[in-house]
């Protein structure tokens, strides 16, 4: 019998919790029943498996991720709309670096519930660079271009890879500046 008031959502929240910790990669179903108090064999009750927990975390991850782009976005248009959205995007990524790994596998075929969740934080990032006026033709390279670029600063960042004397936020701001930039030059 299941343990009073644990449920597999209460077990995906203890595990993108705990994500954020230790890592997705350092993510054990034993770390997790310890966590939620416990053995490791009652863990599975609730969740499958370990890629199953993956798999959750990663759900429940880019619809809060897809929620943090759209908050910050609303309202603005143009660069101001792409700086809303890399800055959520950069905040949200070093606060919950164990979700935000999650959040970056991309959904396993035919995995439908995956796709639609992935498809909406995509999309935001899609309305954002409308706000440029890009050629229909450019928007995927575009998205793919800021994506890329805010994906690698803050990965870099949240593991501490920038060490010289300046403010990595003047840089982020920068780079960012510099795709707006080379994105609607002519």
């Known amino acids: 019998m299941p343990r009073a008031g644990l449920a597999p959502a209460a077990v995906i929240e203890a595990g993108a919790a705990l994500a954020d910790e230790v890592g997705l990669d350092n993510l054990t179903m034993g770390l997790l029943a310890e966590r939620v108090g416990v053995r490791t064999p009652s863990l599975y009750k609730h ?11 990663g759900m429940r991850a880019k619809a809060e991720f897809a929620v943090a782009l759209a908050r910050a976005a609303v309202g603005q248009s143009g660069a101001a709309a792409v700086h809303a959205f890399a800055d959520a995007y950069r905040a949200w990524t070093l606060e919950h670096p164990g979700r935000y790994a999650a959040t970056v596998r991309a959904p396993e075929p035919g995995d439908e519930e995956d796709r639609q969740v992935s498809d909406e934080s995509i999309q935001i990032l899609f309305d954002v660079l409308t706000g440029l006026g890009l050629p229909e033709s450019r928007a995927i390279d575009a998205a793919r271009a800021l994506r890329s670029s805010l994906h690698g600063f803050a990965s870099l960042e949240a593991g501490g890879a920038f060490g010289l004397d300046r403010d990595v936020t003047e840089s982020y701001h920068f780079m960012v500046d510099a795709l707006i930039a080379g994105f609607t030059a002519p």
């Open 47 to 57: 969740v499958d498996s370990l890629d199953a927990l993956r798999r959750g975390i």
